[in-house]
């Protein structure tokens, strides 16, 4: 498994963004009225990227501040969520839809809240390392799928 980007000395595994990816696909296909294209998918993976870097410098940014999400805010969070759904059923496709079990949507939302913890970051040193994706491949991977 390789890294696409390192962000501050901590890697985003290919396997933590394709599996972002998908997600992001899902909602975009249930939120946009657009049709994916190979040419506008190498946007949206860019986008995607993005999103997760950014969400990962709010992340760091986070616990050098010492915020601290409850694990009662993130159940009661979960539980709004899953309000939202006709049935168990619903709920369950629903996450599996997103690739996502409870495990991973806690985290998710720890990630979401923390992100949302932080209005302003302060100027910060930002190192933002390329991942160990050789240059030759570097293209096929916002090419491919």
Not at 33 to 58: D, P
Not at 79 to 87: L, N, Q, R
Request: with cysteine; glycine share 2%.
């Amino acid at each position: 498994m390789s890294d696409v980007v390192i962000i501050n000395g901590e890697p985003i595994s290919s396997e933590t963004f394709e599996t972002f990816f998908k997600r992001f696909m899902v909602e975009i296909e249930e939120n946009e009225e657009i049709e994916i294209t190979k040419e506008n998918k190498k946007y949206l993976k860019t986008e995607a990227l993005n999103h997760l870097i950014e969400r990962t410098l709010f992340l760091q940014q986070a616990k050098s501040e010492n915020i601290e999400i409850l694990d009662s805010d993130v159940f009661s969070r979960i539980d709004e969520i899953k309000a939202t759904f006709d049935s168990e059923n619903e709920w369950k496709n629903e996450l599996k839809k997103l690739d996502l079990n409870e495990i991973s949507l806690f985290e998710e939302i720890i990630s979401t809240t923390c992100s949302l913890s932080i209005t302003l970051i302060p100027a910060i040193e930002i190192n933002i390392s390329p991942g160990l994706i050789p240059a030759s491949s570097a293209g096929e991977f916002f090419i491919t799928s």
